[in-house]
């Protein structure tokens, strides 16, 4: 079976732009998790949906905004770019989205850069 | 709050050396505890969790963990170390934070391994 799909790979925008990045679970997974990689620090939580309903938000402003489809595949739309939005942005699928009792698989990732 | 510290930024060790990286969590009930891995550039491959049950977890790659709760640790171990194991390693906790249900992860531990 597939792993965690993440497109595109690489990006590179500029301030002010608009971004949309996408993943596909593995199959079977209802839920989709969306985290920001700074270099050099952990990931920070920015989503989680399940079932097409958003289920937890993390401390990201309002430029950040995600949707899931039905086929449970998702979207991270980032507005309004700034410098600091440069990051490896990861997503992650889970089976049933109990949140802390499920555990979580990654897809390789989305790096984007803003210049 | 929820938190995880990684309190060793980077390590080095010989092949063939054991390996302990050390990873303490502040969280006020029953933690979900996981050890992922990220190779450059890559997302992240878990290695282990620990749930419940046993204190000792077994993960793949032959590394381990142990679940001390007087100690609020969850160190990751590995007997013998060999060069594909370089890499950044994180440790996370499942957590609850109002509706959200997310990780929260330590700031990693890059690892280093000596010919």
């Known amino acids: 079976d597939a792993g965690v799909t993440q497109s595109p790979t690489h990006l590179i925008k500029t301030r002010g732009q608009q971004v949309t990045l996408r993943c596909s679970p593995i199959s079977g997974h209802k839920s989709v998790s969306w985290y920001q990689q700074v270099l050099g620090q952990g990931p920070q939580f920015i989503f989680q949906?399940?079932?097409?309903?958003?289920?937890g938000r993390g401390n990201f402003p309002d430029r950040f905004s995600a949707r899931q489809f039905p086929n449970y595949s998702s979207e991270l739309n980032v507005n309004a770019l700034l410098l600091g939005d440069s990051a490896l942005y990861l997503c992650?699928?889970?089976?049933?989205?109990?949140?802390?009792?499920?555990?979580?698989?990654f897809g390789p990732g989305t790096r984007l850069t803003v210049l | 709050a929820q938190s995880v510290t990684q309190p060793d930024i980077h390590i080095t060790v010989s092949e063939g050396a054991s390996l302990e990286l050390r990873c303490n969590y502040s969280y006020g009930a029953t933690p979900y505890l996981f050890w992922y891995v990220q190779s450059p550039g890559q997302g992240l491959q878990l290695l282990l969790k620990?749930?419940?049950?046993d204190t000792l977890v077994q993960g793949i790659k032959g590394f381990e963990a142990e679940f001390k709760r007087s100690q609020s640790s969850f160190n990751l171990r590995k007997p013998s170390v060999h060069w594909s194991d370089a890499a950044e390693y994180f440790c996370?906790?499942?957590?609850?934070?109002?509706?959200?249900?997310?990780?929260?992860w330590g700031l990693g531990t890059s690892l280093a391994v000596n010919p």
């Open positions: 620990y749930f419940s049950g």
């Open positions: 996370a906790v499942g957590a609850w934070a109002g509706n959200n249900r997310k990780l929260i």
């Open positions: 949906y399940y079932e097409k309903e958003e289920r």
């Open positions: 992650a699928s889970s089976l049933l989205g109990r949140g802390t009792t499920d555990t979580q698989y």
